[in-house]
């Protein structure tokens, strides 16, 4: 069976795996020296971080591994320096690495703070003036850096993932962003009932726009498009740029004759809008609407959505198709029976 692991997945298995194949000898070398309490405490390490890795490579979630890793990390540093003296001390670095890495940049400044706290007092009083005064500048300075280096690469990150997954023109999620939104509704519905609605539209006669006016304008009226969806859909509610001129819409906790009642003011909505960028002509646009069903696929409903859309446009544009509904849905904004 193919499995794939995403990258961070795979970082998680790396650490966890390394910090336990690091942690062996030192199990077997306590245990010869018979220093009971320290071959407990990396016994126990050992058994967490590969409990953590069996953990991840079955389910590849790693929330819970960064918390466990996390505070392995701080519990082992806290008992050995307890247990051993100051000259364990050392292992205070990578130990702020781990928590940094691990947790968001915040929530590790708080975590770790609280165990350089908890460290100093330990080593306080038996370390000579200026070895403490060392230990005090470096622990800082390397909690510092770790955390600015943590805000960065957060930011850094969230630049990134709104780039992936924003579409630049029209500002809404992009396909990526649908299809990984599809995939939490996928997943959601297997643990609770939630209804969804998928709305696909379809600007009528785009291609005449672009033909008369250009691209460059075309591209202005798909913004503006864009623009009216936003405005018209409730904030529970997310919309997409399918491809060229085809926009997708999720409602989320929605009966299909409700969100029939949706669609119907999205056309409403945009048929009355201003479209200067083409001499305030009329625009209007076509949908189809389904209904998520227990027993299909994610698949399954979009294609009935994208197949009430076609049928929309068949019966003559300006409407929205309920998908296996004998109705249809039809300006000016009245039930009509097909």
Known sequence: MKTNYSFDTLIILLISGTISACLIPFCILRLMQQDYPIA???????????????????????????????VLSAMTLLGTIYLKGADQLFWAYPTLATIFYMLSAHIAALVAGIILAVVIVFVYSV????HLSTAIATLILTYAFAYAFSVKMQRKNHQLRNSAFTDSLTSLGNRRALDERLQVIEETRKKQPIEYCLLVIDIDFFKSINDEFGHVTGDQVLSAFANVLKLGIRGKDEAFRYGGEEFVIILEKTELLNGVTISQNLLKDIEASNWPHINDKVITASGGIAQLNESETIAQWIARADKALYQAKDCGRNNVIAAQCNFKIQNPFKIVSS
Not at 127 to 130: E, H, R, S, V, Y
Request: charge should be positive.
């Open 127 to 130: 370390l000579a003036p200026i």
């Open 40 to 70: 407990l405490l990396n016994i126990t390490a050992t058994l967490v971080t590969l409990t953590v890795f069996v953990q991840v490579f079955l389910t590849k979630k790693t929330s819970f591994a960064r918390w466990m890793l996390s």
